[in-house]
T-cell receptor
Framework: GQQLNQSPQSMFIQEGEDVSMNCTSSSIFNTWLWYKQDPGEGPVLLIALYKAGELTSNGRLTAQFGITRKDSFLNISASIPSDVGIYFCAGLGITDKLIFGTGTRLQVFP | DADVTQTPRNRITKTGKRIMLECSQTKGHDRMYWYRQDPGLGLRLIYYSFDVKDINKGEISDGYSVSRQAQAKFSLSLESAIPNQTALYFC???????????FGPGTRLTVL
């Protein structure tokens, strides 16, 4: 089946630093979604990408749908303490079901 | 009010018991999903439903069953709970027009 590799697994950064994380797939996806999960809560949608090469921003967050359709990137600029959480990528391929990455745990230190 | 609600939020039960987790949504979405989350494994799809008369197995459906009672309600049952079903369970919804899914707050289930 389709697999998603998300990296890094975890990040420990200082407030104000920029963050980059990515997801790669062994096969093509038609949609890429990025979610954030706070402790004790469900994932919340951050950015949705529907077209190869698409670059979309949501405040300090920017995500890109890779040209090959096998990868996606999420960048967070000027991190703040409330950015702490687990970030998940998810891709929708030929099976019509979302496949989730294993998450990137972000810690931000003041 | 939350668009996607789950009850209960926490449940502790014993091996062999029957458990039902409920999900309700006010978003008017046709599609509903049940996922399970385990540490280090991300979210895995248990069952999904594209409308009231449609039920489909996901990646890990063994040991679970579902019921789509109405467009707004989708229940997940564990007929005979076992300890390795201890996990966080999430319900999600999406409109048919896009594939963007919206998640409920989750149910933490512990099977002793």
């Amino acid at each position: 089946g389709q697999q998603l590799n998300q990296s890094p697994q975890s990040m420990f950064i200082q407030e104000g630093e920029d963050v980059s994380m990515n997801c790669t797939s062994s096969s093509i996806f038609n949609t890429w979604l990025w979610y954030k999960q706070d402790p004790g809560e469900g994932p919340v949608l951050l950015i949705a990408l529907y077209k190869a090469g698409e670059l979309t921003s949501n405040g300090r967050l920017t995500a890109q749908f890779g040209i090959t359709r096998k990868d996606s990137f999420l960048n967070i600029s000027a991190s703040i303490p409330s950015d702490v959480g687990i970030y998940f990528c998810a891709g929708l391929g030929i099976t019509d079901k979302l496949i989730f990455g294993t998450g990137t745990r972000l810690q931000v230190f003041p | 009010d939350a668009d996607v609600t789950q009850t209960p939020r926490n449940r502790i039960t014993k091996t062999g018991k029957r458990i039902m987790l409920e999900c309700s949504q006010t978003k008017g979405h046709d599609r509903m999903y049940w996922y399970r989350q385990d540490p280090g494994l991300g979210l895995r799809l248990i069952y999904y439903s594209f409308d009231v008369k449609d039920i489909n197995k996901g990646e890990i459906s063994d040991g679970y069953s579902v019921s789509r009672q109405a467009q707004a309600k989708f229940s997940l049952s564990l007929e005979s709970a076992i300890p390795n079903q201890t996990a966080l369970y999430f319900c999600a919804t999406s409109p048919a027009s896009t594939d963007t899914q919206y998640f409920g707050p989750g149910t933490r289930l512990t099977v002793l």
